[in-house]
């Protein structure tokens, strides 16, 4: 091959490569300042707490602050709009809950597409719900409890923190699966709920296993099944719904989102990052502390799970007519 031609292959190769090589650079280089990570929830909840470990384990790995700030209101949707709206460079991040793929349907109008306008990096965790009733009430087992329901049409009350929440769309879940007619219960947040079941005030509840853990221990409340598709290690002798209600499956869950264009070696930096933290056996026993199981994988495997529960719940909210009030 002639010198010349030779010289402009070996330009035009490295030329090429150039993109890629910024790519590299840009990635290693980041973060260069500190990185927000929204929180659409008040400061003190399991979500919080979590969010928290990994902001505090990718400050340590990045060597950037990962800053926690919480913004609720209007059901999450302030929060996830202040993400939409930033720029899309890895700097602002969107901590992403199972409230998200649910709002999708349950507001009329949104200023924004969340599963067009979020970029998925990783899923954190899962938070099993356990249904779980009064002590008082006579229904023992899940087919008891659908037969005494069929019995007894629209005198079963279902108390929940509130519409759209995950506890309330579990419950709109089992009344669709089973064909049984319950009262949803709204109330403005958990506590309020559970205490009035605790009270015989309201008869059923889908509630977080770790907020009723320690009720079900002390014989407060009476556990019928989790919600999840396996039987969870903290109550192994409580059965799943599915068992009973084939195909049944529910919970909350958590993870990291982007605003949409964000590079993807940015994402995909985060994410190894994220993994790495979820795989640190401090980190995965404080989380299953709280009651939650550890989860992580990829983008695509957080992205398909939002894809899925946002097309669930909103069969979901379709049957149950629920709206945001």
Do not use: C
């Amino acid at each position: 091959m002639r010198p010349a031609r030779r010289r402009f292959l070996s330009l035009g190769a490295a030329v090429v490569s150039l993109p890629a090589i910024s790519r590299i650079a840009r990635a290693q280089a980041y973060p260069t300042r500190p990185v927000r990570l929204i929180v659409s929830v008040a400061a003190g909840g399991g979500a919080d707490i979590a969010v928290r470990l990994i902001a505090q384990w990718l400050s340590e790995r990045l060597g950037q602050p990962f800053v926690v700030e919480n913004r609720p209101g209007a059901g999450g949707n302030i929060g996830t709009e202040a993400v939409v709206r930033a720029l899309p460079d890895g700097y602002t991040l969107l901590v992403v809950v199972a409230a998200n793929a649910i709002n999708v349907s349950l507001y009329d109008k949104l200023d924004f597409n969340f599963i067009r306008d979020i970029a998925p990096v990783s899923e954190i965790y899962r938070t099993p719900l356990v249904m779980e009733v009064n002590p008082s009430f006579p229904a023992k087992t899940v087919p008891e409890f659908i037969a005494y329901a069929k019995a007894n049409p629209g005198k079963i009350n279902m108390a929940s923190a509130g519409i759209g929440t995950v506890q309330h769309v579990a419950g709109e879940l089992f009344k669709m699966m089973t064909g049984i007619n319950m009262i949803h219960v709204p109330y403005r947040e958990g506590v309020a709920s559970l205490t009035d079941l605790l009270r015989g005030q309201v008869q059923v509840m889908f509630h977080t296993t770790g907020a009723s853990i320690s009720y079900i221990r002390a014989g407060r409340l009476r556990p019928l099944a989790v919600t999840t598709s396996t039987r969870q290690e903290v109550l192994p002798d409580i059965p799943t719904v599915s068992e009973f209600v084939p195909a049944y499956e529910s919970s909350g869950w958590i993870g990291i989102g982007a605003p949409r264009n964000t590079p993807a070696e940015i994402i995909d930096r985060l994410n190894k990052e994220i993994n790495a933290g979820l795989a640190d056996p401090k980190i995965r026993a404080r989380i299953a502390d709280l009651g939650n199981s550890t989860s992580g994988g990829s983008p695509g495997d957080f992205g398909r799970l939002i894809a899925d529960e946002t097309e669930k719940w909103a069969k979901v909210l379709r049957f149950s007519g629920a709206k945001a009030d």
